[in-house]
């Protein structure tokens, strides 16, 4: 399993930026997808995830600006941010559970192979 994010940057408040994360090694459009996220000094948090049937789900802080999807013909993970605030400020990593393709990870106990991350950077 290879994951390479992509798309990072320094935007400003209420901007938008769109992460990708190129899978190699499983199908993605086969397997529950996570993206989370990180601060210095702070475990990995939570921030959607998407099931092999499609269902999203978001963290609360979240929900109505971040969305969650695939192109299956690239097997890549998007994230498409909008509304952006200084609080998203971290480095996003995308993720599959190391309980199996079927599991939805939440907790970073669960998360499996990922990437080197890509730094979101909002100012205020």
């Known amino acids: 399993v290879y994951l390479v994010e992509s798309g990072g940057g320094l935007v400003q408040f209420g901007g938008s930026l769109r992460l990708s994360c190129a899978a190699s090694?499983?199908?993605?459009?086969?397997?529950?997808l996570t993206w989370a996220r990180q601060v210095p000094g702070k475990g990995l948090e939570w921030v959607s995830s998407?099931?092999?049937?499609?269902?999203?789900y978001y963290t609360d802080s979240v929900k109505g600006r971040f969305t969650i999807s695939t192109d299956n013909a690239k097997n890549t993970i998007y994230l498409q941010m909008t509304s952006l605030r200084p609080e998203d400020t971290a480095k996003y990593y995308c993720?599959?559970?190391?309980?199996?393709?079927?599991?939805?990870?939440?907790?970073?106990?669960?998360?499996?192979?990922r990437g080197q991350g890509t730094q979101v950077t909002v100012s205020s």
């Open positions: 090694g499983f199908t993605v459009s086969d397997s529950a």
């Open positions: 998407k099931d092999s049937d499609g269902r999203t």
């Open positions: 993720t599959i559970s190391k309980r199996g393709n079927w599991h939805i990870a939440t907790r970073e106990a669960d998360y499996g192979p």
